[in-house]
């Protein structure tokens, strides 16, 4: 059975209040599975193969709950409006592009790649609505060898014509298509882009489609107050926005469901989160590029929510959650002093927590070194970064997430037991 | 006559509105000065030294108004706590230790080589109240290549025994001591610490020294709520926290003066700091990670208030002034959606003005392309971010920024017509 050990200084938050840390110290993978952590080998382990990171840290791999990989081409540009006209001025207008397998395949082998090298060891993605690009998307990530989750968009009102569909018959398809190419990584998700855009029957649809392949779902949730009055505007019928979802079985209970955002989610709607088990995908870079606000984390996480991040590229605009991590932290800070100061801020345990454990859950048993995880790992390399003083582990890390690290000094990474990426080190 | 061309795409913002861009053009710099940008050399001009930096962007040197050089230890670390606790439990354990020069020499080494591969060629920066270690500073900056005020810091009370002054008799030492090293490129800046830290007697004296040597002064102004309402008990007679400063020549006027953060300047403060011509440094970044708020910049530029940015390490954890661009309009957005909806936030023209020709204003004609302004420029080499579509130069340029591409995409820099970095590309 193929067994091996990495060798470093491992850290990890088996809850979000505890950063554990063991210097110098083996972490064991059996097949693609975390079998402890040792100080020294044991016996039986004594002929295991070990790797030998040195001085560097080794975490668990992160988890990207929300992220857009047709608008990956355009991160970091447009960030001049707010959500609905952002939509129709620079997300419809380069997802049409995607309707040309050609571009979807240029495109979308820069986002895989750019994924591989990121921190993100797990992701639930967006494609547009075009079956085939998903698809290319779909290949692309298996052979990045990433975990994830991804979904044909669907979308029959408000789009532009070449975006909206008539029915969920494409999605259907595409269900069925995934299936046949019998990947080991990648899995389709419902993808309703957000009550907007989408129809009762198209959501009745899809809630069909869902229930028969026993489908989790993903989208958007109370993002952005104008969005918020259009929603209640086309379903009456729902008593708060999530209710929309609810009332076709996309929102959780016996469907998976992850919501991104959730800036402006009421009493009940917060309440119907936690009691249908929908995890929220907590987006902090893209909801202060589209001046939505800040989504109220720490009510969530008191109230037993599940919670994990999300870079929401392109209203955010990178794919790192090393950024997530800060940006969630940074929000909380503004949300204590200006909106709520009996929510104190993130700490970064608890931050560090959220992009681990706290989005590795919606993959099941993901994000610790804790035993039975599967086994997802980063080796940074912190030594480029010089200091004068001596650091202490928990330090290193809060350093190395705070300055960015995840750009070059990601120098291994591990998914489900297999090295997918090693830096070249100059 | 030493003069030369650089050869590429050319951005800058002569006004806030307005990014210019010249593709595949020329910008002259003869000795240390910009004489125009060109699309096609003139004849008079046919035999100059041209450096063809291709398809890069060319854009000038950013400001940093306000950094903490021995904070930079520390940077990305402790973010955990408000402005005063933060202050004794991390800034003044750590610059305590700049007693031992050679503890001063090896980390401002390492703060001066980040700079120098920085997006900064100017600085406004702190030291400690080290008169040794600071001169320690200024060598290594004048090394660096940057051009920097270094100010000794003040401070004689509320501050630990180890850093506590009795008198400004080291300051005046260190002010002599520096003209003798005879810099190019670095001045002295009288630096109080801020108002809690300084008794009149010791404002009295820095007052005087200010005068008789013509020096321009940083310090702090109303970044926490509950440092103003400590000033306020501490010198009640003051009109308002800048008034403090201002009772002692210390707030422009004839004294050339930046204030960083006026997160909580109310409206006489801000009439006194525009009456004054006080230069505001603003810096987002740190007044996240401490809690301290936003500032409300829209409010200060509409008033014609200088305003530049800064990366204030180690409240900032980054000192990357790309960072600090888009920080700013990240928190603009959340200033107008949650505090006031009549403050339109920064579009990007405007902060990229801010780290460019509005912090550069300090050090007089620099952070422009412009006739007659001193030759600071950046090279960006975007090429290493792929994308699938076709880019206009300000998009590019905005996806530099917010990617943060000074980290690895600078492959050259020039301060005052003089080459201080050059990558070597891989």
Known sequence: MKQFALKGNILFTPNKDEIKFFPNAYV?????????????????????????????????????????????????????????????????????????TDYAARAYGIFADSMKRSATTRAVIFGTVHREATLILMDLMESAGIVSYVGKVNMDRNAPDDLRESSAAETLKFIRDSAQRKYHLTMPIITPRFIPGCSNSLLDELSEIRRAYDLPVQSHLSEN??????????????????????RYGLFGREAKTVMAHCVYSSDSETKRIRKNGVWVAHCPNSNMNLASGIAPIRKYI?????????????????????????????????????????AKPLSFAESFYLATKGGGSFFGNAGSFEQGYEFDALVIDDSIIPHPQMLSLPERLERAIYIGLDKNGITAKYVRGKKIYAKITE
């Not at 104008?226 to 926005?241: Q, R």
């Open 28 to 100: 064991i993978c059996r097949r693609d599975t975390c079998c402890g952590i040792y100080m020294t080998l044991p016996d039986e382990l004594r002929n295991i193969n070990v790797i030998d990171y040195g001085d560097s840290l080794i975490v668990p791999g992160m988890t990207d709950l929300h992220i857009h990989a047709p608008q990956y081409s355009f991160r970091g540009m447009g960030m001049d409006c707010e959500l609905l006209d952002w939509l129709n001025k620079y997300a419809f207008t380069e997802e049409a592009k995607y309707a040309d």
């Open 302 to 342: 008191d109230a037993g929510i599940r919670v994990g991040l999300g870079s929401d590229v392109a209203g955010g605009q990178t794919e790192s959650i090393f950024r997530a991590i800060t940006d969630a932290i940074q929000v909380s800070k503004l949300y204590w002093r200006y909106i709520d100061s009996s």
């Open 225 to 246: 107050p104008g969005e918020v009055e259009l929603v209640k505007e086309l379903m009456p019928e729902a008593e708060f926005y999530g209710d929309a979802y609810d």
